[in-house]
């Protein structure tokens, strides 16, 4: 486990170091440092507009609070801008209560095309902007802004990848303007009024990401379509596009990141090995337990093997009425040792046993007379043995 922990700790930190290469991948995701995220642009703009803010509601969710706030003004970033009927709804209802609504996308949704009436048109091929900003022979369009494209009031030099697209000749239902053209004239942008608000279409969305701000060029040029809602704080939405239906968690940035995605993943699997490994049962040796010696007995024996050799046959008649006396209130509870037995204690044991209790009678008080005096010649020794052995052998035959 250890050598695993530092193989993937290894990993991390190799990956965390090694060059970084950027991805040209639009998100217009407040959290994406990337070219066309909008870490960058978000963070301008919240020093720059006033009452700046980045939420994941949608329209329907705006059109349904309080009618009497006072108007704002809503921008929307996406490449591609997913409608249903619902939005296409609230987003009307935004405008005639005097909102003003941005969308900078380069599809629109199919529902509001048919409603303003108008299209799109996509240019030319052009190459991978991956590969083009590192061409040394690359080249810059011109983009004109303002009104009238023979006199603009500012000319952006982009490239070609940042206005692929443009708005179709096509008369809309409702009044409008261009505000942007590209070289050939085209509308980039335009402002169309609906009720008491202005709806603006703009077709140039990378414009608002990163890499437009950063682009010393053409830093102005979001900031000069924005300024057209000035006066009213600025909200971007990120309900729709590939923000849709996209989880609020807080593991999103962080997946987000491949080093901190690859530091989660080793985590993951780290555990999971952990618990793999320790969730086997640890089986111990059952150690054998042996029935203890009778030691009581053994020490018997040594004493009277000893009194045997110095044949003190006094002594061993009294160690054997100890054991006796002692066997006897364990297997019984009656106490021969507690003075001299009455005939009720006889008749117990006798009854335990199946002995004649005038036999029990003599052999205890014929021992009890030896043991005081210490004389037991061998002959009376192994009688007196042999009795208590008896009574021992019928107690325990019970």
């Not at 040394?136 to 004109?144: E, K, M, N, V």
């Not at 704080?233 to 997946?255: C, D, I, N």
Request: proline fraction near 6%; glycine fraction near 6%; charged fraction near 25%.
């Amino acid at each position: 486990m250890l050598l695993l922990g530092v193989f993937l700790l290894f990993v991390f930190v190799t990956e965390y170091l090694s060059p970084h290469e950027f991805s040209w991948k639009p998100t217009f995701d407040r959290n994406d440092r990337e070219p066309f995220g909008s870490y960058v642009f978000d963070d301008v703009a919240a020093s720059s507009v006033e009452s700046y803010t980045v939420t994941d509601k949608s329209f329907f969710q705006f059109a349904q609070e309080d009618s009497a706030s006072p108007p704002r003004a809503f921008l929307l970033t996406e490449d591609e801008v997913r409608f249903g009927p619902a939005d296409v709804e609230s987003l009307y209802k935004l405008l005639h209560a005097g909102n003003q609504v941005m969308i900078c996308a380069k599809y629109f949704p199919q529902a509001l095309e048919d409603t303003l009436r108008f299209e799109t048109e996509y240019g030319s091929y052009l190459p991978d902007m991956k590969q083009y900003v590192y061409d040394s022979a690359r080249q810059r369009d011109s983009i004109f802004f303002g009104a009238n494209p023979c006199n603009p009031t500012h000319i952006y030099e982009v490239y070609p990848q940042l206005h692929p697209v443009y708005f179709a000749e096509k008369k809309m239902r409702d009044s409008s303007e261009t505000l942007v053209w590209d070289k050939n004239k085209r509308p980039l942008a335009k402002r169309v009024f609906i009720g008491k608000g202005e709806l603006f279409l703009v077709s140039t969305p990378l414009m608002f990401t990163n890499y437009g701000i950063l682009d010393g060029r053409n830093a102005s040029y979001a900031f000069r379509l924005l300024s057209c809602m000035k006066g009213k704080p600025l909200v971007r939405t990120e309900a729709y596009g590939s923000h849709a239906g996209k989880a609020g968690t807080p593991l999103r940035y962080v997946l987000s990141e491949p080093p901190l995605r690859w530091a989660v993943y080793s985590t993951l699997v780290l555990l999971i090995l952990f618990m793999i490994f320790t969730a086997k049962r640890r089986q111990r040796v059952i150690p054998v337990v042996e029935t203890p010696p009778n030691r009581t007995l053994g020490f018997m024996q040594l004493i009277s093997n000893l009194y045997y050799q110095k044949h003190e046959n006094g002594e061993i008649l009294k160690m054997k009425n100890l054991y006796f006396c002692d066997s006897v209130k364990r297997l019984t509870g009656i106490d021969l040792q507690d003075g001299v037995p009455d005939e009720a204690t006889f008749m117990r044991l006798s009854e335990k046993t199946g002995i004649s209790r005038d036999v029990l009678r003599t052999l205890i008080k014929d021992i009890n007379i030896a043991i005081y005096r210490s004389e037991a010649p061998d002959a009376l020794l192994k009688t007196y043995v042999d009795g208590m052995n008896g009574i021992l052998h019928s107690l325990k035959m019970t």
